[in-house]
């Protein structure tokens, strides 16, 4: 049964009882991956191997993930070449009371530093386990970064 979520803003990003934070490097250019990640929405899963569909919704999207896991979410950010945050407003998941997702886009000399930081409010149970499968998420993110990458890649080539 899904269950709605605690409204949070983007000073949520820093005020979280639990904030994980990732980064990786991909060749493709600030734009690229902006457009990838806030307007190829349907693309996602072509790329995130954990989402299993993603559509647009009226100024969000309706997210799936592997084994179940399903979000209703509100765009909070969107800022062309630099940072695109999301929250969730409802989620099938027990426990969780808030959580935002916010990408950060650099450029660099050999393309673009991407850094996701995923915060998140809930039961203590519920956050001990995300905090226990910290590095199951830093590999899912590591492996979806390189994928989109080699994905614009193929597309400009």
């Known amino acids: 049964m899904a269950h709605r979520l605690r409204p949070v803003g983007l000073d949520f990003i820093e005020t979280a009882p639990l904030r994980l934070v990732f ?11 902006y457009r990838a990640l806030a ?4 693309g996602w ?13 009226k100024g969000g999207r309706e997210v799936r993930l592997k084994g179940g896991t399903r979000f209703q979410e509100s765009v909070v950010a969107a800022e062309p070449s630099t940072r695109y945050a999301y929250r969730i407003d ?13 990408w950060r886009l650099t450029a660099t000399d050999s ?5 996701w ?16 499968g910290r590095s199951g998420l ?12 080699g994905r614009i890649a193929a597309a400009t080539a």
Do not use: H, Y
């Open 39 to 42: 307007e190829d929405i349907a």
């Open 90 to 102: 409802e989620s099938n998941t027990p426990g969780l009371r808030a959580l935002l997702e916010e």
């Open 23 to 33: 980064a990786a490097g991909v060749s493709a250019a600030p734009d690229a991956v």
């Open 111 to 115: 393309g673009t530093r991407v850094q």
């Open 45 to 57: 899963p072509s790329w995130f191997t954990a989402v299993t569909m993603c559509r647009a919704t």
């Open 138 to 149: 830093g590999r899912a993110f590591r492996d979806a970064t390189r994928n989109l990458d």
């Open 117 to 132: 930081t995923f915060a998140a409010d809930g039961l203590a149970p519920l956050l001990t386990g995300i905090r226990l």
